[in-house]
């Protein structure tokens, strides 16, 4: 029954435009409404509408590889290996000052006006050694969100995130705009609601008083500060690929996110939802929601060791292990998965079953042509 079979294929192909062409029109108009609001200021936000993570534009939206990301039992791929962290000797020392600043998203904590510094680490599956660069923190209203990465859907009540650089570029500027996906090194700490403080926050919660309204210069301030205390004890990791969380969201940073949450007291929380923007709004729930992981391997080392990096000029001994074989299992994950797909749609588009199937087909190919109009108009818009 040819002709009817053609006759089905039309009718439903027809109701298909009908019922997408308003659907189109109508998103494109929003998606343009949005990015024009959103360009005309540059400005962008956590909890506003016309400002919030949805509306960020560039690499947030168009990236592959974004972050933060759910870390769950099917994503994850689990590594009884032993790997190493290893933080140079200054990175143990306290700081007898920092300096601190409230830009209106977060709290800030660096250790010079450049945001550099002497504390260097490096690491088994890492390439070469990276520089701590500055600290700063995401938290939530209530203690089960504020963190930007979550765990099988659970967030925790804030996150700290101890950015570094890789030491084969001069500055964190000159690595964020570079497309090597490991330019940054981000290590992530969750945080916990406890009865008592942590001493190795109290420092920092201390030089909060005196940013509590976002001011564009750096505080300074003489209390002293130890940075590796801020680690967990328990340093099993998850590792993988992904981006800065704020816009432009550049996909330039190799992700270590620590499984151990540490304490924070209700004190401590509260000192950082007390702080305001310059509009006097307070800052809260200042995280981006996990990003898409199709086609990413996310692993988990739970056997990690702390180690001291020789300092310059002293022999490394047992120098980390080269990244080979962390990239060759992403490789070889990545094409087995793509490649079964494609056999998959092979076999699907040839067996074709019926007329219904049919016109189903040609109903789904006239609105991929129209999605793809969508996607370069929005894109000619923006
Ligand atoms: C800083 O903290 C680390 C980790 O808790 C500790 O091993 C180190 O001894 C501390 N540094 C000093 C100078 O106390
Ligand atoms: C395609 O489908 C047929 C019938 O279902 C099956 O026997 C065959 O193995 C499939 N081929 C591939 C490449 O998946
Ligand atoms: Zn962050």
């Given at each position: 029954m040819p002709s009817q079979g053609k006759g089905n294929r039309l009718d439903a192909s027809a109701m298909m435009m009908r019922l997408t062409l308003p659907y189109i029109v109508f998103t494109l108009t929003f998606i343009c409404a949005k990015n024009v609001a959103n360009a005309a200021g540059d400005h962008w936000c956590y909890t506003e509408d016309n400002c919030d993570a949805s509306t960020w534009g560039g690499e947030c939206q168009t990236g592959k590889q974004q972050s933060p990301i759910d870390f769950t039992q099917k994503n994850t791929i689990q590594q009884n290996n032993q790997v190493r962290l290893r933080f140079n000797r200054k990175y143990s020392d306290i700081q007898d000052h920092f300096m601190i600043k409230n830009n209106g998203h977060t709290i800030q904590v660096q250790l010079e006006d450049d945001i550099t510094s002497d504390l260097v680490m490096d690491g088994d599956y890492f390439?070469?050694?990276?520089?701590?660069?500055?600290?700063?923190?995401?938290?939530?209203?209530?203690?089960?969100?504020g963190s930007e990465h979550v765990v099988d859907g659970n967030g925790y009540v804030a996150e700290l995130h101890l950015v570094h650089y890789s030491n084969d570029y001069k500055s964190l500027k000159e690595a964020v705009g570079t497309k090597n996906r490991r330019g940054l090194a981000v290590l992530?700490?969750?945080?916990?609601?406890?009865?008592?403080?942590?001493?190795?926050?109290?420092?920092?919660?201390?030089?909060?008083?005196?940013v509590k309204r976002q001011e564009d210069n750096l505080v300074s301030v003489q209390i002293p500060l130890n940075v590796s205390a801020l680690l967990p004890n328990d340093l099993s990791l998850w590792r993988y690929y992904g981006s800065l969380t704020t816009p432009s969201c550049n996909e330039v940073v190799v992700w270590t996110v620590f499984k151990q949450a540490v304490p924070i007291s209700r004190a401590q929380w509260k000192a950082f939802k007390d702080s305001a923007d310059s509009g006097g709004r307070s800052i809260i729930d200042n995280y981006r929601p996990p990003q898409s992981t199709i086609n990413r391997k996310v692993y988990f080392f739970n056997h990690v060791l702390r180690e001291r990096m020789p300092d310059a000029g002293e022999l490394d001994r047992n120098p980390p292990l080269a990244d080979a074989l962390y990239d060759t299992a992403q490789k070889s994950v990545n094409s087995k998965?793509?490649?079964?797909?494609?056999?998959?749609?092979q076999n699907g588009s040839n067996s074709g079953r019926?007329?219904?199937?049919?016109?189903?087909?040609?109903?789904?190919?006239?609105?991929?042509?129209?999605?793809?109009?969508?996607?370069?108009?929005?894109?000619?818009?923006?």
């Open positions: 390439k070469g050694s990276y520089r701590f660069s500055q600290l700063h923190f995401h938290w939530g209203s209530h203690p089960d969100k992530g700490i969750f945080f916990q609601l406890s009865s008592e403080d942590n001493p190795a926050l109290d420092p920092i919660v201390e030089a909060i008083s005196k998965s793509s490649s079964s797909d494609d056999k998959n749609s019926s007329d219904v199937y049919n016109s189903a087909l040609t109903g789904f190919i006239f609105l991929s042509i129209f999605l793809q109009v969508l996607i370069t108009t929005v894109l000619k818009c923006r």
